[in-house]
């Protein structure tokens, strides 16, 4: 009898303990919805009103769109991709803390590159903000004279002189398509808006409790109660414009001469896959991911986080390392004698 009794308390006790462990993980997954947090939709119809809601994805383009983001031509030097900046197999970022380009001149205001990933959920392009989406982006640097170098008419020149590239616009657009350089960069769009990392943190807020560890819930309810999430907020965890330094001064503010824009806005660079693009911040000064946690803490929002803390917080990032679409590296169509030959001056 005492047996049966122990047993029965046992199984309530257990109970109540899991029915606990419930409602903690359902109230981390709403605190983070509610602090504006988005998860990245498991429907694929879902994610297309999200990243192509103007219905201009098709296979042909993002073939042909992933062949010219590898294409080396496109710069005046023909060895400088868009893939040189924003590597796919790093994460989207070159990895250095200036974006080398043409004549291998490090970007002059001393600019980091930022992801290529899931930038798609941006709202605005460039750490500026200038360009309202990727296929207007694709064009500056392109033609940028630190970065590819390539005026629009020998970007045209180029393509328009290889057969196989203007079959391939034809396929994509039909036989009447003008292969201008409006329409090569925003096929580099097209496919950057295919480039989506869904990782464990979306299957969380999508209702799977057991996608994050204990730890890693602890640093998101960190995350979220430090007020990070006021700026990295959304489904790209940043991606907004938002104003920079405003509770202090950034140690490394005199590391190249950006500002942001005329009202000293700055893109939040998101933190999809954070724990693979370093450095960090917009001029990539800083190389640890805890540091840059703290000098965020002090910068924007006027507390100190500690060590602890700042360690929390990264090994929930550990959970916004995402699933990489398959991309395989393309065979690209070859030079003729009428294909403009390499520039380095």
């Known amino acids: 009898m005492k047996i049966s009794k122990l047993l029965v308390a046992s199984v309530v006790a257990s109970s109540f303990l899991l029915g606990n462990v419930a409602v903690e993980t ?3 997954a709403e605190q983070a919805k509610k602090a ?7 429907s694929q119809s879902e994610l ?3 990243t192509d809601p103007k219905g201009t994805i098709t296979p042909e383009r993002v073939e042909l769109g992933k062949k010219l983001f590898f294409e080396p031509r496109l710069s005046k030097s023909a060895i400088i991709s868009c893939n040189t900046c924003h590597n796919l197999g790093l994460g989207g970022v070159d990895g250095v803390p200036a974006a080398v380009g043409h004549q291998w001149t490090p970007n002059p205001h001393h600019l980091n590159s930022p992801t290529v990933y899931n930038s798609v959920f941006f709202t605005a392009q460039f750490w ?3 360009s309202p989406h990727l296929e207007d982006q694709a064009q500056g640097p392109m033609q940028a004279a630190p970065e590819m170098a390539a005026p629009k008419s020998l970007v045209e020149e180029r393509i328009n002189s290889i057969p196989e590239y203007v079959e391939e616009f034809k396929k994509a657009y039909g036989k009447d398509v003008k292969v ?8 580099i769009g097209i496919f950057e808006r295919t480039l989506v990392t869904p990782a464990r943190f979306d299957d969380f807020l999508n209702g799977k409790d057991d996608a994050l560890t204990d730890a890693e819930k602890e640093g998101l309810k960190s995350f979220i109660d430090k007020g990070c999430a006021s700026c990295h907020t959304g489904i790209a965890l940043g991606g907004t414009m938002q104003p920079f330094e405003l509770a202090a001064k950034y140690k490394f503010a005199n590391v190249g001469d950006f500002k ?4 000293g806005m700055v893109k939040t660079p998101t933190l999809r896959n954070i724990t693979e693009t370093a450095p960090y911040f917009h001029n990539g000064a800083i ?3 805890a540091e840059a946690v703290k000098e965020m803490g002090s910068t924007q929002l006027g507390i100190k986080i500690s060590d602890d803390e700042a360690a929390k917080i990264v090994t929930f990032f ?6 990489k679409p398959a991309v395989a590296y393309p065979q690209l169509p070859k030079s003729t004698d009428k294909t403009p030959k390499p520039d380095f001056n």
């Open 128 to 130: 500026d903000g200038r």
């Open 180 to 187: 201008d350089f409006e329409t090569i960069t925003s096929t």
């Open 287 to 289: 190389w640890n991911l």
């Open 26 to 28: 359902a109230s981390v």
């Open 48 to 50: 297309l009103k999200l």
């Open 318 to 323: 550990n959970a916004l390392e995402g699933r």
């Open 36 to 42: 504006g947090l988005v998860a990245i939709p498991e």
């Open 260 to 263: 942001g824009d005329a009202k």
